[in-house]
T-cell receptor
Framework: EDKVVQSPLSLVVHEGDTVTLNCSYE??????LLWYKQEKKAPTFLFML????IEKKSGRLSSILDKKELFSILNITATQTGDSAIYLC??????????FGGGTRLMVKP | EADIYQTPRYLVIGTGKKITLECSQT?????MYWYQQDPGMELHLIHY???????EKGDLSSESTVSRIRTEHFPLTLESARPSHTSQYLC??????????????FGPGTRLTVL
């Protein structure tokens, strides 16, 4: 059974801090790993990672995948209050089904 | 504008009522999904569809049913709602033809409360 574990469960930081969110996984026939940001209701897509060692960046957010050690990290630099959300990690298998982790709840205080 | 829509956004209903949660997408995506998410918990896949007339059950057993008569429409029905069905229901879709199977686009969700 595919499994995704995220850590920490929750995190409280102050504006300007840098945070690192972790995602480890076990999946049969790995295809990709995705990060989502969930604010209030539905998650919005952040990154899709398929290859090890290639960093994806979008503004202050970046992510990297290690397919040998079976994990990914999501970095957020110079955090802002608008970054407060639940960050979801999901792995996609060859059947194109996503298995989600439990999420990391990030709160950024002014 | 291409998007994915869910209605209603919020629904409070009494036990035993039949309900249908609507999901429509204007992106022409082949695959559509229904997820159930309890507060603070991960998303659980309850139904998915590869295309018209295709429906499959997901990982989490659900008493709901779905249909896919049109590409853009994937409604979810509960014949007799119970308090245990109280949850958020998220609809998503993904596009096969453009080689982007992996990226799922989510609707805004329906928050269902069964009294």
């Amino acid at each position: 059974e595919d499994k995704v574990v995220q850590s920490p469960l929750s995190l409280v930081v102050h504006e300007g801090d840098t945070v690192t969110l972790n995602c480890s996984y076990e999946v049969t026939n790995f295809r990709s790993l995705l990060w989502y940001k969930q604010e209030k209701k539905a998650p919005t897509f952040l990154f899709m990672l398929t290859s090890s060692g290639i960093e994806k960046k979008s503004g202050r957010l970046s992510s990297i995948l290690d397919k040998k050690e079976l994990f990914s990290i999501l970095n957020i630099t110079a955090t802002q209050t608008g970054d407060s959300a639940i960050y979801l990690c999901a792995v996609n298998n060859a059947g194109n089904m996503l298995t989600f982790g439990g999420g990391t709840r990030l709160m950024v205080k002014p | 504008e291409a998007d994915i829509y869910q209605t209603p956004r919020y629904l409070v209903i009494g036990t035993g009522k039949k309900i249908t949660l609507e999901c429509s997408q204007t992106m022409g995506h082949d695959k559509m999904y229904w997820y159930q998410q309890d507060p603070g918990m991960e998303l659980h896949l309850i139904h998915y569809s590869y295309g018209v007339n295709s429906t499959e059950k997901g990982d989490l057993s659900s008493e709901s049913t779905v249909s896919r008569i049109r590409t853009e429409h994937f409604p979810l029905t509960l014949e007799s709602a119970r308090p245990s069905h109280t949850s958020q229901y998220l609809c998503a879709s993904s596009d096969k033809d453009r080689g982007r199977w992996n990226e799922q686009f989510f609707g805004p969700g329906t928050r269902l409360t069964v009294l």
